[in-house]
């Protein structure tokens, strides 16, 4: 009985673990290549939202799932804000695909770096931007988590 039980339980073992470690070889994780641009969105006396734009790259033959984006944003080296997005989106196989991540910061909340940025704005330079964070998603089942820390020198737009 027990010649029996003892290579049934390893080929059990070897197909539930030979799935994770085909998928660690052959599956990479989706990379976050830029920051395409930040522009500022519904202006109001109090706040307004800020939105980075990202580009991710999907370079497998297979789908994934973003379910949710942690991050936190930098401008001018300066603690800017940090959200969560939890808007789902499909990184198509084989793509790149934009994604927005907002930010919906209070004016009051700018005051302690504000004479720095207004002063780049006011120059017509461009600001330094970086975003920092973990992406959560899924691909065939199999969930993933990536850190990520992307930075740039660009220009914000206001829509």
Do not use: W
Not at 47 to 71: E, G, H, P, R
């Amino acid at each position: 009985m027990k010649k029996i039980i003892v290579p049934i339980v390893i080929c059990t073992l070897l197909i539930f673990n030979g799935c994770s470690i085909f998928y660690s070889l052959f599956v990479k994780t989706p990379e976050l290549v830029k920051i395409k641009g930040v522009h500022i969105q519904n202006v109001g006396f109090t706040s307004a939202d800020f939105v980075a734009v990202v580009l991710m790259k999907n370079s497998n033959s297979i789908n994934f799932s973003i379910t949710k984006v942690d991050y936190t944003l930098y401008i001018s080296d300066e603690f800017f804000g940090q959200g969560t997005t939890s808007k789902s989106q499909t990184l198509k196989e084989n793509s790149e695909t934009d994604f927005e991540l907002p930010l919906k910061v209070k004016y009051s909340d700018l005051i302690p770096n504000a004479s720095n940025i207004l002063k780049t704005v006011l120059k017509g330079e461009k600001l330094k931007y970086r975003v920092e964070g973990t992406v959560y998603g899924d691909a065939e089942g199999t969930g993933f988590d990536m850190d990520f820390g992307l930075e740039d020198n660009i220009s914000a737009v206001i829509r």
